[in-house]
């Protein structure tokens, strides 16, 4: 039978009315498609989701049975699983998905489809844009993941999604600057929510399935590493969040690559237990390296790359006459401006502002001896503060509850906040290593590789010629592997007899920022206040007009 219909453009009109009326509870949304040949069709209802379902649209043929559907691109699989309604005759039928309920007629197709909830959320928000994407109908998607984003930044499925939807679209301003604000969510507001709930341990107290739904294979293991181990699995594979979970249901087993994970996280336990005596010596970028699929086939000649996580394995033997530990400490300390300039160096109060993918924000830097920091970024709705009082530290973010600093972050705290760091290097680091040298920049550059107990490595660039710092490499340990971190030092300059960085770039699997200092003062009094957690639970808000609003990095200093 020779059938005029479009199935393409009807299944489109459905299946975005399926979850369209989702972001505005109450409100009703309605397509309609022709069937111009009056070609016999059946109309199957698949749920997705608690906010989601699939309209399928297939040809009846003369015998009764549903006709083989044509490869077009349409939205129809087999992994969705089976229909829970298949609809052919008249009059209309009404049926409630979840929260969605469907009143659906044929010749021709009609569908209203009414949000039965009765909340506005993020998670309406991103599941209405799903349908969208799967069709490929980027505008309306983009508007919901943004309205979902805005109502919950911590969403970071929806983030993900987003930027990968701005990418395509050329929108590569826009994706940046979301990466760097999902990245501060991922590190800042993994225990926002939870903050506000009665619970007399903190995350670091807390196990992952005490915090997180459905934890199967990192049970037991600290809360606050869970989003540390996500972000390792998404630079080591070259993914993000989206790859493995459903958008805004990340408790959900949907996508068989989370399957997939999950038993790939149970094998590279097994391989480290059985074969290397407990000790972590395989991880997830030991084969991917930054690819979703790992490589096969060996590369040809020239090809090959370094491994830079490979530091203490046996490698090309030291060139003679390179300085030693002691004396690149020395000459560091020497090209500062002396250890007595640097001893008297108390308290530092420093203006800049903070570039991240093209996006501008003014910031300040407070330290004060001993060991007390406090960076602010002024944000639009809000200043945005990490600090540390010599003891503990904590994260305060707009309209959010504060959060207290843990792990690594607490250490990184307390060395940007040492004054005289550099004059506590080898106390910092009991075992300092002299390892081959490279260069940065066309600059030879001399390399230290520290150890210390119980924390991860890092590894210190120090320039031939002048002895600076130009490098810092530090690492996050995670239940997975390392994730690390790069500072770039640049731009020194005099300040009462103390050299200065003026530009520092800070470098993650995610993206760069660029902190560029426009004023350093020395030794000037600081309001202790600015150390202090605030006994509201949330931080100030700005008292002045600021640009844009952009994640900045913690500037930290030599």
């Known amino acids: 039978m020779n059938h005029q219909w479009n199935r393409r453009d009807v299944l489109k009109g459905l299946v975005v009315a399926s979850t369209a009326a989702l972001a505005r509870p109450g409100l009703s949304a309605c397509r309609e498609g ?34 083989s559907t044509p490869f077009d691109g349409s939205l129809i699989q087999e992994s969705w699983g089976a229909p829970i309604a298949k609809l052919r005759a008249e009059p209309g039928h009404t049926i409630v998905v979840g929260s969605i309920k469907l009143e659906v007629s044929l010749h021709p197709v009609r569908v209203t489809a009414t949000n039965e909830r009765g909340d506005d959320s993020a998670l309406t928000e991103a599941s209405a844009a799903a349908p969208y994407i799967q069709e490929g109908d980027a505008g309306p998607a983009i508007a919901h993941l943004e309205r ?31 990466a760097a604000k999902m990245q501060v969510a991922m590190r800042e507001g993994s225990g926002a929510d939870q903050a506000t709930q009665p619970d007399s341990k903190s995350d670091s107290q807390r196990r992952a399935e005490e915090v997180f739904k459905n934890i199967q294979v990192l049970k037991g293991v600290p809360s606050d590493q869970v989003i540390p181990a996500m972000q390792f699995m998404t630079a080591a594979l070259g993914v993000d969040c989206s790859f493995c979970h459903v958008v805004g249901h990340f408790e959900e087993d949907a996508k068989k690559p989370k399957q997939t994970a ?4 149970q094998m590279m336990f097994a391989l480290n237990r059985n074969s290397f005596d407990g000790h972590r010596e395989v991880t997830c970028y030991s084969c991917h390296r930054g690819a979703r699929i790992p490589a096969e086939t060996p590369k040809l000649d020239g090809q090959s790359e370094v491994d830079a996580g490979a530091a203490g394995l046996a490698g090309p033997t030291l060139p003679s006459g390179l300085p030693t530990a002691s004396q690149l400490i020395e000459n560091y300390i020497k090209a500062l401006g002396g250890a007595a300039a640097i001893a008297k160096t108390t308290s530092r109060a420093e203006k800049g ?109 120090f320039e031939a010629q002048s002895g600076l710092l130009v490098r810092l490499v530090r690492y996050a340990d995670t ?12 731009d020194y300059r005099d300040v009462e007899g103390v050299q200065v960085p003026f530009r520092v770039t800070l470098s993650q699997t995610w993206g760069s920022c660029t902190v560029q200092i426009d004023d350093v003062r020395n030794n000037v009094p600081i309001d202790a206040a600015k150390f202090t957690k605030p006994a509201s639970g949330h931080p100030p808000t700005a008292d002045v007009p600021v640009p844009p609003k952009q994640s900045a990095p913690l500037p930290q200093h030599p």
């Open 148 to 178: 979902a984003v805005n109502l919950d930044p911590l969403n970071l499925a929806a983030a993900s999604t987003l930027i990968d939807l701005y990418q395509k679209e050329g929108k590569l301003t826009e994706a940046a600057g979301l």
């Open 262 to 265: 999950r038993s790939m996280m």
């Open 353 to 461: 502002v903070a570039n991240c993918s093209g996006q501008s924000t003014r910031v300040e830097l407070f330290t004060q001896a001993p060991e007390q920091l406090a960076l602010v970024r002024h944000l639009t709705e809000g200043d945005s503060v990490v600090a540390f009082d010599g003891h503990a530290g904590w994260i305060g973010l707009p309209s959010r509850p504060v959060r207290d600093l843990h792990g690594t972050d607490v250490e990184t705290a307390r060395e940007v906040a040492d004054q005289q760091f550099p004059l506590h290097l080898a106390k910092t680091f009991p075992e300092l290593r002299v390892e081959y040298p490279e260069k940065i920049g066309g600059r030879e550059v001399n390399v230290l590789y520290g150890i210390r107990q119980g924390q991860p490595p890092a590894k210190l660039y």
């Open 34 to 67: 022709e069937n111009t040949a009056a070609q016999p069709i059946e109309v199957q209802i698949t749920p997705v989701s608690r906010h989601t379902c699939r309209l399928s649209i297939l040809p009846v043929v003369d015998n009764g049975s549903v006709g």
């Open 479 to 490: 239940p997975l592997g390392l994730v690390p971190s790069q500072i770039d030092y640049a």
